[in-house]
Structures are given as C-alpha cells and as structure tokens.
C-alpha cells in the first residue's frame, strides 16, 4: 500500500484567505503556508492537492455579478425499458401505464455503465457547447442522491472531466436537485465572484427500485444533464427570479430509509456492537399524496418566483417542469394559463429521472432550436424530502 505523506512544499496555495472589501470588487491575500499529500508507489503517482501552480482566481473578485445559461448537455444508459417489457414480469400494460403517468419507456443503467458516467458526458456536452476548457472551470457542482460512492462523487467528476482549478461538491435534494444547484451556481458567482460553474443533474433510481411493485417500477429511469453557468454582467443576469421550499412532514409520502440487515442474529434487547451493516430500503411512495402535494405548490411556487422576477405568466416562452407525471405537468400548465405547445416534455421517452430531468430536457429543446437565445424558461423540481422550488430564467 503507498505510504502518504503530508508535506509543506510550493504548491498550489490551500491557505485561508484573507479578506478586504474595496467597492465593488474583494481583495483576497493569501497567508504563505502551502500543503498537499504526496501519494507515492506507482506508475500513476499523483500528488493530492497539487493543482494549478498559481491561484486559478485573481487578487481580487468581483461581486455582484449576473449568470447566464451559456452550454448545456445530456446522456443517457443503452438499455431502453418500454412498458411492454415491465410487462413481461409485473402485472401492468402499456395502456394502463401510459394513461395514469404518459411514460412509455426508460433507460437503466447495465453492465460497466456508471452513473459518474453519464454525468461526466453530460458535462462535456454542456462545455463543447460553451466553448469552454476545463480548466476555465470554478466549480463544479452534482445534483444527485443516487451517487456511486456513499461520499458523494462530485471530486470523481472534477477529477474525470480534468478540470484541475475546479472546487467540486455534491447537493442532496432529490427531485429538486438540479433547481436547487442551479440557484447555487448563481450565488457563488454572485457573492464569491466565481466565473464559470458546471451544474450537473443526475441520478440512477432504478437502483432503489422494487421492480415487483408496479406503483413505482413504472415511473423511474436513470439519466444526466448538465449546463454550464457562467457570470455575465448584472444588467444581463439570466436568472431572473426564483423560489425555495421544504417540507419534511412529507417525508413520509415519498422516501428511501436506511436499515439495518434483517440477517443479524436478535440481540434480545441488549446494545448491539459492531453495528449491523446499513442499506437502503427500495422507493416507498404514496402516489396520490404527491400528486396532490405537486398540482398545489408547484404553480405557487413558480407564481412566486414570476413575482420576484417582476413578471407574469404571459411571458413564459417555455415551460419547463420536473418529468414525473404527465398529468403533474398538465395541471401546472392550465393553472398557469401556459399553452401545451409551451410546455416542455419528453416524460414519454425516459420517465421520471429524478434531479436530471430538467437539464435532460433542456438539453433536447435547445439542440432541437425550439428553445433559442433569449426565451424565458420558468422550471420547477419538486420531489422527496419534501422540498420544490422554481426559477425564472432566460436561455443564453
């Protein structure tokens, strides 16, 4: 096993910062003291922490700044699941699937696929389109609650993507995951001064799936989205209203518990050391109190963000909602006035993907020319925990 060594040497400056406000800009002094790991005993030996040789942001940061949506992209898993083949083993049809839920078919991650993966193709797409090299790239941020590594794997992606000067974490919010990292990416520009922010939605649900049970099987498919966030001058800010909730007396309508293994042998009663080992539960789901939960907030919440906005209904060019029932979106769409050929939706082809629905669907309408530089997008997530919310942007 390579012996780790924690070292003082010139690389890359991981000190805190020391921080003078000027007018609008920060000016940020960095202490002297330098240190990484050194991970030794291989042909791909890697000094831990050793980055770019210089700090990758200037002396000083601009605040204040907008964001714009300048890239976006997509991937999916080979393997398509149609609502024939749920057939084969679950008492269902096509019929009964697609007129509760107006899902057709999923994709399912298999064999060597990866949910890191996916996100990683997502995220290059999203740059191919931006135009941007990695190692322009600030932070990148991944909206999962599905990730390969129990840790998060948002350093794998940075890591996998190379974008050396890049901080990287993981947001646990479910459905709402890409909304909720999107309004992140923003802040971080806003107040930290940050100029291009990878945001990536994805999740493999399948894998917390009862595929005996057809009140979920039914419903989730395993995809990523990703688009890139890039700070832009205020008068030109892209994000131009937007609204958060949680709600965690819901939780029990829709969540995926940790237990212990049934297989240990009963303690009658007595402190039980070394814990049992720990795993989740398949997808439990009340499907009627989250439809009603969806068809009531979601308008609100985007009422709410059109209100923070200044605007109105009428200027929606797209809507553009979390994929998980056909009948959710309908419903959201008349209560807001919104025509069906405004309405965004390819819930037929890939189900509910859980945090990568709404950049999966972005990332279509944009390479397809229906969505074009400056439309106005209003999207919603909503799902476990319970928590939604809505942003007001504009494409471009």
Excluded at 15 to 30: D, E, H, K, Q
Excluded at 300 to 327: P, Y
Aim: proline fraction near 4%.
């Amino acid at each position: 096993m390579a012996n780790a060594t924690g070292i003082v040497s010139p690389g890359r400056n991981l000190a805190p910062l020391g921080i003078i406000r000027s007018g609008l800009s920060w000016n940020t002094r960095r202490l002297p003291l330098r240190c990484f790991a050194a991970v030794g005993g291989g042909v791909e030996d890697h000094v831990l922490g050793d980055a770019a040789p210089k700090p990758r942001l200037p002396s000083y940061r601009v605040v204040g700044l907008g964001s714009k949506l300048v890239g976006c992209g997509s991937a999916l898993p080979k393997l398509t699941i149609s609502n024939d083949d749920l057939a084969k083993f679950v008492e269902t049809s096509d019929e009964w699937i697609s007129v509760r839920t107006g899902i057709r078919n999923r994709r399912v991650l298999t064999g060597d696929e990866t949910l890191s993966g996916l996100a990683v193709e997502a995220a290059k797409g999203a740059l191919q389109m931006a135009q941007i090299d990695e190692n322009d790239v600030d932070l990148v941020i991944m909206c999962t609650s599905t990730p390969d590594d129990l840790f998060g794997c948002g350093g794998r992606i940075q890591r996998d993507l190379g974008c050396k000067n890049a901080w990287a974490f993981d947001i646990t919010a479910a459905c709402s995951g890409f909304v909720v990292g999107l309004i992140t990416a923003t802040r971080f520009i806003k107040g930290g001064g940050l100029q291009n922010v990878l945001v990536i939605g994805a999740d493999a649900l399948s894998r917390y799936v009862d595929w005996t049970d057809r009140g979920t099987c039914i419903l989730f498919g395993d995809a990523a989205g990703a688009v890139l966030v890039q700070a832009c001058s205020s008068d030109e800010d892209g994000l131009l209203g937007f609204d958060v909730h949680s709600d965690g007396h819901g939780q029990k309508h829709l969540n995926a518990i940790a237990k212990d293994d049934e297989t240990d042998s009963n303690n009658n009663g007595a402190p039980l050391f070394p814990p049992r080992k720990s795993s989740f539960s398949c997808i439990q789901m009340n499907g009627k109190e989250v439809f009603r939960f969806a068809v009531r907030c979601v308008p609100q919440t985007i009422e709410m963000a059109l209100v923070d906005a200044g605007l109105t209904s009428s200027s929606i060019d797209w809507l553009l909602l979390h994929q998980a029932n056909q009948r959710i979106i309908d419903a959201v769409a008349t209560r807001l006035q919104i025509p069906s050929d405004k309405v965004i939706s390819n819930l037929a082809n890939y189900g509910n993907t859980s945090a990568a629905s709404i950049p999966l669907a972005l990332d279509e309408a944009v390479r397809s020319g229906n969505v074009k530089t400056g439309n106005i997008v209003a999207t919603a997530g909503f799902g476990a925990g319970l928590t939604w919310g809505s942003a007001i942007m504009k494409w471009g």
